[in-house]
């Protein structure tokens, strides 16, 4: 089973870029957990240290062996996900106004985190056997829309909008990136255009009210505008060459929020500056154009769907989670990926790489 | 896309030069989103970066919350129950405070509190937020006098802040203090809560009562606003404000001069009574006694307070009246009457014959009164309350036909009414008593139940129900407590209308013959609450006894030589006028021994005050 080949083909430079990224992101979170009273001294720092350690075992295990066998296992892996997603809806611990987080033993598990990979296992696997040269018809994309769905409402009722959104923007990537026939395309803009005021008429009035606080989040002085002012003054008083480490005043005082998950970003640009901000975005713009790259060098459309998917997956969290710290987008919990404070995300971006660096490293080797 | 005779000849599925034209599609896609990224960050960091490094540097936006005033409540005349008044609470933001101890030493002085008291507070390490940026409070409710003298000296004084708050205030201490209710911080058991989604620590929150079941109405919307302060912490410009708004005021269905004069009524004694609309449900008084004081809850009370108030054996916190289930006693036979004239085991002409007692199995059950009634009829033993009558109706009826009527009644069941903490009372059947002990049904159970006296409980507020479904002809009310709703401007917001659960199809001939045997009941020679007739007014009721010490025994002691916790229940239900009911009354006095002595003077009292006052 083991090929020497697989050593001559390991990519080192995926694995230097996953490194320098895992190191920025932890020297961030030691220095916007140092001021935290709540939890003892760098407890969150330690245990995102453990994460990783998770995290490279399992990275480890999904490079090991050939990525074809995940394709075999592709619907498996999606119905563990939606079962995960109904149990947590069901057993899911209750923290501030949502269910998200489902506990097993001493860990907590985020299944919204998990069903990212399974939608882009799952759409790999569908769409690599119904691709064709002139785009797919409204009839091919009856059944993924359907298997596109139900998570998405699993999570909206959680209620998590974000994750929900952060799967629908994958999944649509996927299916464009797959072809779609121009006709069908316009189609479904059209209805879906469409459905959205029908769909608006049914909702109830507190969840209209969620989803106009969602869209307009930024303008509420009080909740998340407060904290995007916040959140622009820590980044911009970085300047060009930042406070320097573990210096920066706005993340001491506490007066960023999340300072350790969703607005981490703003943390290392106070602490780093304009320089550390830009090293940091061009390493993730890297990783991104590196994951297609594996796609561009992969020959089978499987293996070519999913590292696209994953460089996907990437790129639109960096895109929502540094827009929204920098006021550009909706506040939305969507964590900056080998940054941000998470274990499911921590083992999720872990997976994503180990299945990238399993797709590079067998792209000459077929069964 | 070359040329379609290609496509034709070759096969359909993309091949790996097509998947490659479409990724370096995407990378021209992704590259300019980043650099709408760089952009930004250079906008931010280099562009506007010296201002936000100033701003920074004093950490000058800040976010101060403006709490909304909570709701008023009123009784239905619009009289004041329930205000805010201002309170003027000292707070200290500690890193405006330089120099410090120059601060603190001043402060003392005014405040006349010890210097380490202050440095204290200030170091308390509890504060789960603690920012030196949040102001620390001192003291709280300051005087008048003392916040015109920290005006005046300011510029001595740095870092200090004066937020106006509004405290809870009840008009008129003890004053319907069980309907009221009042408020309290939330704690952090009700914080963890779904229905507390959008509280904070600290946060007050209606804990009992009125102030508890009508939280959403009264609490209003938080509001606040950004805000802009020099280095020593004065404001110096609002970025932006989010108005609050004010909670809604609620206007009850309570009269404070009825309640008051309840309230008077019970004060010598521990018990409950509801004074209520028979047509629509609107209660014009609920009173429990004791009560307490709704402003001890606002402005703290002692370790020993408290004590003192959830020890008392007549438990004041209890809203007896909703809370308190008793043994309805003879009060009960109303129901039995009721029961056994519409299933037919008994009718108007049915007598028995009462030697005082009724021998059932080897055991004798005997009737209140030792000498016996003698041969009575339905009327006659409402107005008597014979207990051998009802004992051979309730032996015809059996105990589960009984149950179905005192169900329909209401019994055994919440009323609905919308405070919280409400008891729904047992109405008995074989069933039950299977399920709960295993045990089958005596039958001389049936006897205890047919008066009243069995496993039964009910609430003053049921009973009340029942009455008012006599005097309206059998519709059963939920009962009401709110009039109306009204937003701070005093537009309208909810008109409560009367809700009906249902109508109770009974025969004209029961119900004429109930409502007989209650009139005379207060009316008749022979009748056990004569003493609670009025002139001009006619007034039905029923009295009731009930026992908490057990009478089969066989001991023959006297009541007044039992020791007072073992002295009966005294109950009264009632109705006027007669003709066309106005009010209903439900009283019971606990260990009052004689509903006829104790209870039923208090109901009839009430209603000569309300028909006579009130009503003009």
């Not at chain 2, 809203?319 to 109303?334: F, H, L, R, V």
Request: glycine share 10%.
């Amino acid at each position: 089973m083991f090929d020497r080949r697989l050593i001559q083909y390991f990519d080192w430079g995926l694995a230097a870029i996953t490194a320098a990224l895992i190191a920025s992101g932890l020297s961030t979170l030691y220095s916007a957990t140092r001021a935290d009273q709540i939890n003892p001294q760098n407890l969150i720092f330690y245990r995102q240290m453990i994460w990783y350690g998770i995290g490279l075992g399992v990275m480890i295990v999904s490079f090991l062996f050939s990525y074809r066998k995940v394709d075999h296992y592709a619907y498996g892996c999606y119905w563990l996900c939606i079962l995960l997603l109904i149990a947590v809806l069901l057993f899911g611990r209750y923290v501030a106004g949502s269910r998200r987080w489902l506990i097993l033993g001493p860990i907590s598990i985020q299944p919204s985190e998990v069903m990212k990979l399974g939608i882009i296992i799952l759409l790999s696997r569908y769409y690599s056997r119904i691709g064709t040269v002139h785009g797919l018809i409204f009839r091919d994309l009856v059944i993924p829309i359907l298997l596109i769905s139900i998570p998405c409402l699993l999570i909206v009722l959680q209620p998590d909008l974000g994750t929900a959104i952060m799967i629908l923007l994958i999944a649509g990537s996927m299916t464009i990136f797959t072809g779609i026939e121009k006709k069908t395309l316009i189609y479904l803009l059209v209805f879906g255009a469409g459905a959205c005021p029908v769909a608006w008429h049914f909702l109830k009035g507190y969840q209209k009210q969620r989803i106009l606080t969602f869209l307009t989040s930024d303008s509420d002085p009080l909740g998340a505008g407060y904290h995007i002012i916040q959140s622009k003054i820590a980044i911009g008083s970085g300047q060009l060459f930042g406070k320097g480490f573990m210096k920066g005043t706005q993340n001491a005082l506490s007066f960023l929020p999340e300072q350790h998950t969703d607005f981490i970003f703003s943390v290392l640009a106070e602490d780093w500056g304009f320089w550390g901000s830009v090293g940091v975005l061009l390493l993730l713009l890297l990783i991104v154009v590196w994951g297609l790259n594996i796609a561009h060098g992969c020959r089978e459309p499987f293996g070519v769907l999913m590292a696209f998917g994953i460089s996907t997956l990437i790129f639109w969290e960096v895109v929502i989670n540094i827009g929204m710290v920098m006021g550009l987008m909706p506040v939305v919990g969507i964590p900056l990926p080998f940054i941000s404070y998470g274990g499911s995300a921590v083992v999720l971006m872990m997976t994503s790489v180990g299945l990238l660096l399993n797709i590079s490293m067998r792209r000459f080797m077929f069964e | 896309m070359t040329s379609k005779p290609e496509n034709i000849l070759t096969s359909q599925t993309p091949d790996n030069d097509w998947y490659r034209k479409r990724l370096m599609v995407a990378v021209w896609f992704i590259i300019p989103v980043f650099a709408v990224l760089l952009l930004r960050l250079f906008y931010l960091q280099i562009i506007e970066g010296d201002t936000f490094r100033k701003l920074s540097e004093n950490n000058c936006i800040r976010l101060q919350t403006i709490d909304p005033p909570r709701g008023l409540i009123f009784d239905r005349n619009g009289i004041l129950l329930v205000d805010n008044r201002p309170s003027y609470d000292l707070g200290l933001v500690v890193r405006d405070a330089s120099p410090l101890d120059i601060t603190v030493q001043n402060l003392s002085s005014i405040l006349m509190l010890p210097e380490n008291e202050i440095m204290e507070l200030i170091h308390a390490k509890n504060h789960k937020h603690h920012s030196p940026y949040n102001a620390t409070l001192i003291q709280s409710n300051i005087g008048r006098n003392t916040l015109a003298y920290l005006e005046s000296n300011r510029y001595s004084l740095p870092g200090i802040v004066v937020d106006v708050r509004l405290r809870r205030q009840y008009v008129y201490p003890h004053l319907a203090s069980h309907v009221l209710g009042y408020i309290g911080e939330i704690n952090s058991g009700e914080l963890k809560g779904e229905a507390f989604a959008d509280y904070r620590p600290g946060d007050v929150v209606g804990k009992f009562g009125v102030e508890r079941s009508f939280e959403v109405i009264l609490k209003g919307q938080r509001g606040g606003r950004q805000i802009e302060v020099n280095s020593s912490g004065r404001l110096v410009n609002v970025l932006s404000t989010v108005t609050s708004v004010p909670g809604q005021n609620i206007y009850l269905s309570i009269d404070k001069s009825l309640q008051e004069k309840a309230e008077t009524l019970l004060s010598d004694a521990t018990g409950a009574l509801v004074a209520m609309n028979p047509n629509t449900g609107h209660i014009l008084a609920l009173a429990s006694s004791p009560t307490f004081d709704q402003n001890a809850f606002i402005d703290g009370m002692s370790q020993e307070e408290w004590d003192g108030m959830i020890k008392n054996p007549m438990r004041p916190l209890l809203n007896k009246a909703i809370q308190g289930e008793y043994p309805p006693a003879s009060t009960y036979k109303i129901i039995c009457a009721i029961a056994g004239l519409e299933d037919g085991v008994i009718d108007e002409r049915t007598t028995f014959f009462c030697p005082g007692h009724l021998k059932y199995g080897n055991r004798e059950y005997r009737c209140w009164k030792k000498g016996g009634h003698g041969t009575v009829n339905i009327t006659d033993a409402i107005a008597e309350s014979c207990d051998v009558f009802f004992y051979q109706t309730g032996l015809k009826l059996g105990v589960d036909r009984l149950a179905f009527y005192a169900k329909a009644f209401g019994l055994g069941s919440r009323t609905g009414i919308q405070l919280d903490g409400e008891a729904g009372g047992l109405v008995p059947t074989t069933l039950w008593k299977k399920r709960k002990t295993g045990v089958l049904w005596q039958g001389g159970e049936t006897l205890s139940v047919a008066i009243g006296q069995g496993y039964n409980l009910v609430t003053p507020l049921q009973m009340a129900v029942v009455m008012s479904a006599i005097a309206n002809g059998g519709f059963l009310v939920t009962p009401l407590i709110v009039n109306r709703i009204e937003n701070a401007d005093g537009e309208v917001v909810d008109a409560v209308q009367p809700v009906m659960r249902g109508r109770i199809p009974l025969k004209t001939k029961t119900m004429q013959l109930v409502q007989k045997g209650l009139w005379e009941v207060v009316n008749g020679n022979a009748g056990t609450a004569r003493i609670a007739k009025i002139n001009g007014i006619d007034i039905s009721g029923k009295t009731g006894t009930a026992q908490v010490f057990s009478r089969k025994s066989g001991s023959v002691e006297k009541e007044d030589a039992r020791a007072q916790h073992l002295k009966s229940h005294a109950w009264f239900v009632a109705y006027a006028p007669s003709a066309s009911p106005q009010l209903v009354v439900s009283v019971i006095v606990e260990h009052g021994e004689h509903g006829s002595s104790a209870a039923a003077p208090i109901a009839s009292e009430l209603i000569e005050t309300y028909l006579h006052t009130v009503v003009r």
